[in-house]
């Protein structure tokens, strides 16, 4: 599982959110954006706290730090930008990260739980969650509708 | 790639100026295309506004008579979930019947074409929106003209707006 010299060896972005490392495949993963502006306009998607503005385009930024640690995000923050896919299209997405990523290449376990984990790789003796961040974002959104629906039905 | 710069480039080429107007509601700002609204009034000269009895649709609370048509005044803190503070002007669409109240205009600007939303956005921005534009390193959400009331909530005003008529017909006919 920790070995780096094998067939099924992937590259992976490390990056910290609030307190804990995870990994995105690399494959998603345009860059690392600095501590740009956020801008704000009145919505009511859940997860979404805002845009930045990246080479000319403007990128959703996804505040993923408090559904998967439980905190709220820090202020000063870099943005990872990945890929969101929406069936065969895709645009660009931001995720809220500090400043320390690293690329590192490693085998990763599959897992299925929670929905929006799709696996598992071993780096410097610390076991890291691999994040799927089309089902980490949907999976936010169900739970949303799923709240409001209870609320409904109360 | 080469292919797909140049397609960015014509894209880019193929955008058309729009002259819009940058409004406030609530320490926000909102551009709208400036077609689109017919007149800017101050609320106080709106005296001949009519209150209307519905819960429905909290965010409109008055009419408005221009040209034999009944407007719908629009707050527009309600309407995008702000803050409510109290506006001072009121802007008059054209090709619908709705007046928006909002704070104040912060002047005309040109701006070089629509940013589609992102499909990041799945809430009723969709309908509030035509786009994002970007300005003088703002993100500046666009109001769509069509997105302050639905063809729904119209048909409610407007009974709402009959009903009224009917019982102030009645009570003229008793006096």
């Given at each position: 599982m920790s070995g780096t010299d094998t067939e099924n060896a992937k590259s992976y972005v490390l990056v910290q959110i609030g307190d804990r490392r995870f990994a995105l495949p690399a494959s998603e993963v345009s860059e690392l954006a600095p501590p740009v502006r956020l801008h704000h306009f009145p919505h009511n998607s859940p997860l979404v706290s805002g845009i930045i503005v990246r080479r000319g385009r403007l990128v959703p930024v996804y505040d993923v730090c408090p559904l998967l640690t439980g905190k709220n995000s820090p202020t000063h923050q870099f943005y990872l930008v990945a890929r969101r896919h929406f069936g065969s299209a895709s645009e660009p997405a931001a995720i809220p990260v500090n400043g320390d990523s690293e690329l590192v290449t490693a085998d990763a376990v599959q897992v299925t739980?929670?929905?929006?984990?799709s696996g598992r790789l071993m780096h410097g003796g610390e076991s890291i969650e691999v994040l799927d961040l089309d089902r980490l974002v949907a999976f936010e959104y169900r739970e949303k509708n799923r709240v409001e629906h209870a609320e409904l039905n109360s | 790639m080469k292919i797909a710069a140049q397609d960015a480039v014509k894209a880019r080429k193929a955008r058309k100026p729009e002259a819009v107007i940058l409004f406030n509601v609530s320490n926000q700002l909102f551009a709208i295309a400036a077609d689109s609204v017919q007149e800017i009034r101050s609320t106080?000269?709106?005296?001949a506004a009519l209150e209307i009895e519905q819960q429905?649709?909290?965010?409109?609370?008055h009419t408005i008579e221009r040209g034999h048509r009944t407007y719908y005044v629009v707050n527009a803190c309600a309407h995008f979930g702000l803050r409510v503070v109290r506006p001072t002007l009121v802007l008059m669409l054209r090709q619908i019947r709705v007046a928006v109240l909002v704070d104040k205009i912060e002047r005309m600007a040109e701006i070089s074409g629509l940013h589609a939303l992102p499909r990041a956005f799945v809430g009723a921005e969709r309908q509030w929106y035509r786009g994002l534009a970007y300005l003088e390193d703002q993100v500046i959400p666009v109001v769509s003209?069509?997105?302050?009331?639905t063809s729904q909530e119209f048909e409610r005003l407007d009974g709402a707006t009959a009903e009224a008529s009917r019982h102030d017909l009645e009570r003229a006919v008793q006096i």
């Open positions: 739980s929670p929905s929006y984990v | 106080d000269s709106l005296g429905e649709i909290p965010k409109v609370r003209p069509l997105g302050f009331l």
